[in-house]
Structure formats: C-alpha cells, structure tokens
C-alpha cells in the first residue's frame, strides 16, 4: 500500500521504464548468445524488410524471370532471417548455411514456376481460374517458407537443441525439443505468409471490377501495397504470438535421459524448456 501520491508516481514510472527496457532487450538481444541480432534481420524489421518481396511477388502476369528473381529475393531475405533468429545452442558451420540457403532457393523456385505454367492449362472457368492464379504465391511462398526453416535448422533436429529448467539450469540436448522449435517456427510462417498472400489479391480483384476504381486505374498498384503493409503488420505479431518464444515439453515426451529427472530438492522435473527461436 502506497500512502504517498509521489511515491506511487515513481513506482509507475519506473515499471514503465522496466517493460520499455525488456522490450527493447528482447526485440535486439538473442537470447542464446547474449550479442544485438543485426538489425535488418530482426523481427521487428520483418514487415519493412518483406513488403517489397511481397509486392514483387504480387505482380501481375509475371514472366519466368520475375517469377525466378523474387523467389530468389524471399527465400535469400529467408534465409537471413531464420539464421539470425535460429536456436544457437547448435551452430551451423558456413558451408552448411551454403547448402541450405541453395537448396531453400532451389525448392522455392521449382515450386513458383511449376505452379505458374500448370495452373493456366487446368481445365477451369476464367474466373477460377484467376482466382487460382492469384493464389500462387501463397502456395509457392508458404511450402518454399516451410522448406527453408527446416533446411536452415535442420541441425536443430539431428542435433537437438538446448534444454533446462525452471530455474535455467542447462541439463542436455534434445531432439525432440529441436523438432518442436523447428516445427513451430515453420507453422509461423505459413500463419504469416497466408493473410499476407491471399486477402490483398483477393480484394483487390473485388475492388477493380468497381466504376470507382475502373475510373482511376493508376490507383490500384497503390492499394495492393497498401492492403499487402496492413496485412503484413496484422498477421506478423499474430502468428509470432501462437507459440511462446520459451518453449516447454514434458519429459515424459522427450529422450529417456530427461525422464526421472529431479531437483535440488528432491522433486520430479516433469517439464523442461527451451528457446523456440523465430
């Protein structure tokens, strides 16, 4: 109980002070090393970094080159991001960031063009059948998305990964932690990319068939950026927000060296944590 009106003025100030503080230690620092993530590849750069990938990706009646080059684009931005704010309790040597970073561009590529020219010989209404074509980024950005995480911190999961305890007392790695960390993440990106890719094109296919619009063409490149940004800046924290950062599995789950587990005292550990990543 604060008597003191002043007093209690301070202690507000200072709890603001303290969650102002955390935020910006916890959007900068990784929390596995301790060192600031290089700031084009944090999170909170995520949404100014990828609006003009998404827009590239978004254009009309793209040709293989185009198609090709921001594929390209994403999945190296892809990469960076998934490097950067990867679990660092296991390490990947540079040529083994060289081989996923080719096959993750590799992946997506084949993927964004096999799509392209195979969805406009289906046998489907026009209507459809733009529809469907709309939908190819989406479907090439979210399965190339996948395949990067997996490709970037595939070592998480033959590895394992860092686990510990309530208290943050180190006790081993895991596999098991390492596929949930890895999986996690994947399923992120997928819930990141999908409004992102698919509700823009989809109102703004709505959009051009009104007279408003019609009558001012040149407004529509405009709107599509528009509607990807706010997109973009709804599904981001949203989708980061699904799974915490500090995961948790149950030991009865996990490696049999996890199991039986006890503390200081005495008492069973039936649950141990680890850094998710993002």
């Known amino acids: 109980m604060v008597s003191n009106p002043s007093e209690y003025y301070h ?24 060192e600031a993530v290089f700031l ?14 998404v827009a590239g990706m978004l254009l009309p009646n793209p040709s293989i080159k185009s198609i090709i080059f921001w594929q390209w684009a ?14 660092k309790s296991t390490p990947m040597s540079l040529k083994e960031t060289e081989i996923a ?5 590799l992946t997506s590529c ?44 595939g070592k998480e999961i033959r590895e394992g990964i860092d686990v510990f305890t309530e208290t943050g ?14 999986s996690q993440v994947a399923i992120s990106r997928i819930l990141t990319n999908a409004p992102v890719l698919i509700i823009p094109p989809l ?6 068939k009104t007279q408003f619009i019609r009558n001012r063409p040149r407004w529509i490149m405009p709107l599509n950026f528009g509607l990807i940004t706010l997109s973009l800046m709804t599904a981001l924290p949203a ?9 948790e599995l149950k030991t009865e789950t996990m490696e049999k060296e996890f199991r039986g587990l006890k503390d200081t005292d005495g008492n069973p550990i039936d649950k141990l944590y680890f850094n998710k990543g993002l």
């Open 40 to 53: 084009p590849f944090r999170m909170a750069c995520f949404v100014p970094t990828n609006m003009i990938l």
């Open 239 to 247: 989708a980061i927000a699904v799974f915490p950062q500090l995961g």
């Open 74 to 87: 994403n999945q190296s931005v892809n990469v960076a991001f998934n490097s950067a704010n990867a679990n």
């Open 110 to 153: 084949t993927i964004a063009v096999g799509l392209n020219q195979a969805v406009p010989k289906l046998n489907l209404s026009p209507s459809l059948k733009s529809i469907c074509m709309k939908l190819v980024p989406f479907t090439a950005v979210a399965a190339a998305g996948t395949a990067n995480v997996f490709l970037m911190r």
């Open 169 to 182: 007392e180190r006790v081993g790695k895991s596999k098991q932690a390492g596929l949930a960390a890895v």
């Open 11 to 34: 202690k507000i100030k200072d709890l603001e002070t303290l969650w102002k503080a955390k935020k910006v230690v916890d959007s900068t620092i990784h929390p596995n090393t301790g």
């Open 101 to 105: 970073y080719v096959s993750a561009v």
């Open 203 to 208: 109102l703004l296919a709505r959009l051009e």
